[in-house]
Nanobody, 121 residues
Framework: QVQLVESGGGSVQPGGSLRLSCSASGFPYSKYCMGWFRKRPGIEREGVAG???????YYEDSVKGRFTVSFDNAKNTLYLQMNSLKPEDTATYYC???????????????WGQGTQVTVSS
């Protein structure tokens, strides 16, 4: 049974940093693709960063240079390091996984419950 559990959200001032974690279990990580998505107020859920099984990484344009996605094989955990946070990054962040490489599209079959990130002064 695939399980994805996000953590690490919180409140931070503009310019600050957070690191989100997604603990993964129940599937062969080397054969799956994973991604981070977010749901901002008034905006449909959108892809933020994706990690293909061959190590290819995708970023949504607005987060390039600020966010970094990585996977720790020893801990079975997907990370999203978020730096230089802006108020418009305020959202619920979700991780997702699937055998198919959907990149930043929303067709992933497995989703976590989400973690809230609030960027405000």
């Amino acid at each position: 049974q695939v399980q994805l559990v996000e953590s690490g959200g919180g409140s931070v001032q503009p310019g600050g940093s957070l690191r989100l974690s997604c603990s993964a279990s129940g599937f062969p990580y080397s054969k799956y693709c994973m991604g981070w998505f977010r749901k901002r107020p008034g905006i449909e859920r959108e892809g933020v960063a994706g990690l293909d099984r061959d190590g290819t990484i995708y970023y949504e344009d607005s987060v390039k240079g600020r966010f970094t996605v990585s996977f720790d094989n020893a801990k079975n955990t997907l990370y999203l390091q978020m730096n230089s946070l802006k108020p418009e990054d305020t959202a619920t962040y979700y991780c997702a996984a699937d055998f198919v490489n959907y990149g930043l599209r929303l067709e992933y079959n497995y989703w976590g419950q989400g973690t809230q990130v609030t960027v405000s002064s």
